[in-house]
Structures are given as C-alpha cells and as structure tokens.
C-alpha cells in the first residue's frame, strides 16, 4: 500500500517538503527486497528518475535533498536485475549520468552524497554485461571523467568507480572505448595514485589495478598508450611496492583477518606491472626502478606457490618480463653489481630464482613456463648459472627436455644453452643425462622442423585453399617448430665442443675470457682447462647415429629443396662437424651414413 500511495503522490504537483517525504519514503522501502516487484509494478522507477532531473532547477521545486534519497532508493533497488533492466529501459544511465555531471546541487555535502548514491546506481547497471553497448552510448565514460576531476579524493565515490571500472574493462567494447578516452585514463591514474598508500582503500585500488590489469593485456598497443601517459608507470610502481610491503608487514595472525585480500591486492598490482613491461617505453624504466626489486623480494619473502600459488605465477611473469631488459648484453662487459642495468638481474639470484625453482616442477604450465623464461635470462649472469647448478635446477631441466610440448622444449633448450657456456657447467649437464634428453628431443623435432621449412607459404596455401587443394592445419606451428629445432641443435654444438677437444669455442661468450669470442675461433688456455671431462660422461644412450643421420638429413633438404634458413644451415653444419669428432671409435660397415661423404650445403 506504501508503494502505490507513493506511485500517486509522485504524479501530482507536490510542495518541497512533501516531496522530500515521498522520498524519504521510498528510501525507506528500497531497503527490503521484498519491495522490488512492487517498485516495477507500480511504475515508480521511470518517474523517480523524471523527477531527479528537477534538482537542477530550483524554480521546479525538488529539493537537492530529495534528490539524494531518491538516487539512493533507485541504487537499492537496482542491486536486482529486473530492477536493472526497467532502469536502463527508462534512459537511467543517459539520466544518472547527466546528474553525475552537473553542477554543484545545494551544499557542498549534499553535492557529495548525490555523487556518491549516482555512481552506485551506474555501479550496479554495470554489473551487467549485456548493458554495456547501453551505457557506453549513454557517455557514461565521460560522466566518470567529470566526476573523478571534482570528487576523485571521496573515498564512496572512488570505490565506486573502480568497481564500474571492473566490470567495464572486461568487456572488449568498453576497452576500446576506455582506451580511447586519454582523459579517462589520466583520472583514473591520478585516482588510483591518490589512494595507493592508503589501506582502507584496498577495496578501490585492487580494482583500478584489476581493471588496468585487463586492459594492458587486452592488446599489447594499450601497454604503450598507458606508458605515454606521464606518471602512469609511476603509479603502477607505487602502487606495486605498497601491496608488496602490506603483505610483508601483515602480522602472521592477518590469515584471520583478510590476508586473501591482500594477496589479491598485490596480484592484480604484479599483473598490472607484468603487463606493462611487455612494452620496451614501460619495461626499461620499470627495469632501472629499485621499487620493482623492493616489491619481488617482499613477496618471494613472505609467499610460496604452495600458499599463494596465483600471485607466485603472476610474479614469476613480473620476473621473466623485467629480466628481460638489459643495457648489456655480453658478458665480458658485465657488471655482476649494477645487473647489466637491470635491478633484478643485480639481485643474488637465490633470492629471486629459488621461489621459481619449485614451478619447474609443477603442474601449471604457465608456471613452468615462466620459471624458464625468468632462467634463461638470469642465466647470462655468472652467479645464475652456478646456482642453476647448485640447487639442482639443471636436473629438473633436463626433465623438462621430455616434454612434448615445441614451446617448453624451446624455452629449456634456451636456459640450457646459456648455461652452457662454460666447461664446468656442461659436464655437470653430461653427468646428470643431458645428451640422451637431447637426442630424444632432436629425433623428434628435427625431421618436424625439415618437414615446415620444406611447407609452401602462408600466400601458397591461401591460393591452394581457394582452387580447392588440401590445405595443411598445422602450418601455424611450424615457426614454433624451427625455433625450437635451432635452438635445440645450438645447444648440441655447445655441449659437443666440451667434449671433442674441439677448437671451436661454443656458440655464448665465456666468462672467463676478457674479450667476446664468435664461433670459430680458438679457445684460451683457461677455456681448455674446462675440458677435462671425459668425453665418455656425454652419452646419447645408443642414438648417436640415429641423431647423426637427422644432422645429415636435414642438411640434404637444405641442399636440394632449400630447406632451413641460410644461418639456420651454417649451424647444422657445425653440428655436423661436432658429431664427426665425436664419433664413436667402434664405426661399423652398416652405420646409418658417413659424415665424411655428405656435401656442404
């Protein structure tokens, strides 16, 4: 009865203050979700939004006041997504939006709460999904805008649009939109830059680093939009080393009182971060900053992957992306203390790789594949690849060389073949069973890899597929395939100019050596003294010339069907020659095929 009386009175011409009751009234049932069917029924909420619009104008005679209640009942209500629905029905979002935009309305409190009970009322309709088309053409974005440059420091009103902003930066529409609006994104950053350090607003700043998490790996253009905007990588550093030092400082008994959150606070920080330093204008000064050392060795300090496995993967991503810059890249000119201008690369590598170590090991294969990236760039530090060493971390590598998967093969082979390039570290390799992992991998891949180079091109097998030909579905994997062959055959000629005598100094430059050494060139004496392994550790478990013949092989279709890239063939070549050196003294008539025989390409 309530409801209906309010439903009439709202259509008669009522004095302020009666008006101000009604909306007290109706405040008051919003309350009780019992009232919503009532509220649809009775065809209130089109007319509390008609009458929101009079707050504006005085001479019509709704009252700022009113206009707070009101926005407050239709905020309530849309919590149900019927309610929703009749409101966007009704133009709400074009209507909320234009009372999120105008001026001051009544004193400046009463300004505040109309903010704060409007972006409620958007929180809720973005919920939604299948609203956003509608409120994107209702300007909400630029309503959001013009509310954060008056009320960007009301705590209500940021929670508020972070979670709109949560839920908009899902959707691929709202993103182009959103990263179209570049005086969106600065009040968003200068919001979320606002709250960063303070932890009561926890709740707004995991959502601004949620929703910028989601654009930046939207597509990786919007990691360098973001990046010009001045003070964007700032904010996201800030705001990274403030979560990470909230972690670190939680009291042990924080389990019991919302230690989640704060774990979900410092990942969507580490997701925002890793995804930012995909691009080089966000990811070399990411790179310099001590804030990103600061915020990993807070987080590899206080968590494990077995108690925050999400944020253990998102920050192995953070790693991998960082290390991936360097002012230097040779090891001759190396500065083990200034990291090769990297801050994480200058860390002590136990502090970074030992949380990782574990995620070689694992069952998620983001993880595993993280953990590899971050090992193959730490390993072009001296002191990486002595820990790779010492905390067995080659022997779950050299398990990995099993897998089936190109990508996980490429990326170990990668590890490996920086590893590899000093003599102590390759007879470690060849004690723990590195050249029966090879071969086995090379079996496979190689006549793979011949196979894709030999595959007509991506404009040939477009025109095959138009005149009806049969096309070939796994042409996408064939660049994966050749990478991973190369790379694989690369450490083969590390790894055999160990064990040879050879004097061709292995594909890195030595650590040991003052100058950079290329293939082909001599090794010095402190490289020989490396050698002293015997050649006999370096087994490949009675494959050597089933391996030889695909050496072989390959390099035949590099002659006769142009096959493998140019450079790509000069390194079967120094294969071939490796294996030549290395073969076995007890040769019988029915070998497979003699190296000596077989043509340069």
Known sequence: ??????????????????????????????????????????????????????????????????????????KNSTISSRVRAAVIAADGAMLIGWLLRSPALGSADTSTLIAVQASGVLRNLAASSAHTPLLLAADSLRSICGLLAMRAAQPDVALNVARIMSKLSTQPTAQSAIMANGGLLRALLRTTRLHARDDKMRAATLRFAFAFGNLTAADAANSATLAAIPGAVDTALDLLVASAMLLRDAPASAAARGSASLDEAATHAVRWVANLATHEDAGKPIARDSRVAAAVTAIFGCRTAESSEELLLHSAHLVSNVSFYTALFSVEAWDEQEGGGNVLLALPPDAVLRPLVPLLVGDNDDGVAQALRTLGNFCRVPSARDFVRDSRADEALVLLMGSKS????????????????????????????????????????????????????????????????????????????????????????????????????????????????????????????GMAAPAAAFEFGGDFWGLADAIVGSLQNAQDHGAWRKDDAALLCQAEAALLRFAPTDVTEDAPRDLETMPEP
Request: hydrophobic share 45%; with cysteine; aromatic share 4%.
């Open 1 to 74: 009865m309530q409801v209906r009386g309010a439903a009439v009175l709202l259509n008669l011409m009522l004095a302020p203050a009666a008006l101000q009751q009604v909306a007290q009234s109706l405040y008051a049932l919003s309350k009780a979700e019992s009232n919503d069917t009532l509220f649809l029924e009775a065809g209130l909420l089109p007319r509390m939004l008609k009458l929101i619009r009079r707050a504006a104008d005085p001479a019509r005679g709704l009252p700022p006041n009113a206009a707070v209640l009101l926005a407050g009942a239709i």
């Open 406 to 529: 190109a990508e996980t093969l490429r990326a170990v082979a990668g590890v490996l073949v920086n590893v590899t390039c000093t003599a102590q570290a390759s007879a470690r390799l060849a004690e723990i069973g590195v050249g029966r992992a090879l071969a086995g991998a090379l079996l496979s891949v190689l006549p793979a890899a011949t196979e894709a180079y030999s595959r007509p091109s991506e404009e040939e097998e477009e025109a095959q597929c138009k005149s009806g030909s049969q096309c070939d579905a796994s042409s996408a994997e064939a660049p994966l395939i050749q990478r991973t062959a190369v790379v694989l055959v690369q450490l083969l000629v590390n790894m055999l100019s160990f064990h040879t005598g050879s004097e061709t100094a292995p594909l890195d430059y030595p650590p040991e050596s003052s100058e950079p050494r290329r293939p082909g060139t001599p090794p010095d004496d402190a490289y020989r003294q």
